[in-house]
């Protein structure tokens, strides 16, 4: 069975930092695709940053580029989402999706979130002014 634990949301103040985790297990951590997605109330699912094992591929929304930055730790099945410069319009629910088999997509294509098979339950990200 997969799973995506996410974890490390929380409060912190407008240009501070927070690291969120998704700890994945169930499938081979050699050729996956994570993805981390945002949710703010009243608004639409938003593809944040997404990373591709089998070639590395990387890519993030132009919202955050600059400030977020992915990265994995295969020893640990684990998936990073380092948070710099955080704005308030950053708060949201954050979670963490997987495919099986890598990117399916190029560009901001790849941020799309029906190309994620597997959905963690979610982090809350609050950013306060």
């Known amino acids: 069975e997969v799973q995506l634990v996410e974890s490390g949301g929380g409060l912190v103040r407008a240009g501070g930092s927070l690291r969120l985790s998704c700890a994945a297990s169930?499938?081979?951590?050699?050729?996956?695709?994570i993805g981390w997605f945002r949710q703010a109330p009243g608004k639409e699912r938003e593809g944040v940053s997404c990373?591709?094992?089998?070639?590395?591929?990387?890519y993030y929304a132009d919202s955050v580029k600059g400030r977020f930055t992915i990265s994995s730790d295969n020893a640990k099945n684990t998936v990073y989402l380092q948070m710099d410069s955080l704005k308030t319009e950053d708060t949201a629910v954050y979670y963490c999706?997987?495919?099986?088999?890598?990117?399916?997509?190029?560009?901001?294509?790849?941020?799309?979130?029906?190309?994620?098979?597997?959905w963690g339950q979610g982090t809350q990200v609050t950013v306060s002014s």
């Open positions: 999706a997987a495919d099986i088999g890598g990117i399916r997509a190029h560009g901001h294509y790849a941020l799309q979130s029906f190309l994620y098979e597997y």
């Open positions: 169930g499938f081979p951590f050699d050729d996956y695709a």
């Open positions: 990373f591709s094992s089998s070639d590395g591929r990387i």
